[in-house]
């Protein structure tokens, strides 16, 4: 069964950037969909940014447009997010997923494997 490992989050200051990354076990990784959600303290998690499997097409949140960019790489198993003009409202907890479908899924319940979560915090 699929592993998801998520890493590269971490403080930095408003306006700054980051990238995190999220790396899958299993060999059907470029089968399949890749997303981003967030969880802030006493928030619902939400809808971040979405690739499928062959990186044609993307999708992102209104909040995060122009600033944040979803890649992957598929012979390293690997998804990313770039981060750039980091705002305080960007602060949560980003959990990567998986969805057993090649194209993109917007919603929670599309995806069928979670990461641990990663912490990402923007001072001001």
């Given at each position: ?29 470029s ?9 802030a ?47 305080p ?36």
């Amino acid at each position: 069964q699929v592993q998801l490992v998520e890493s590269g989050g971490g403080l930095v200051q408003a306006g700054g950037s980051l990238r995190l990354s999220c790396a899958a076990s299993g060999r059907t990784f470029s089968n399949y969909a890749m997303g981003w959600f967030r969880q802030a303290p006493g928030k619902e998690r939400e809808f971040v940014a979405a690739i499928n499997c062959n990186g044609g097409n993307t999708y992102y949140a209104d909040s995060v447009k122009g600033r944040f960019t979803i890649s992957r790489d598929n012979a390293k198993n690997t998804v990313y997010l770039q981060m750039n003009s980091l705002k305080p409202e960007d602060t949560a907890n980003y959990y990567c997923a998986e969805r057993e479908k090649c194209g993109t899924g917007l919603q929670e319940n599309a995806y069928d494997a979670w990461g641990q979560g990663t912490q990402v915090t923007v001072s001001s």
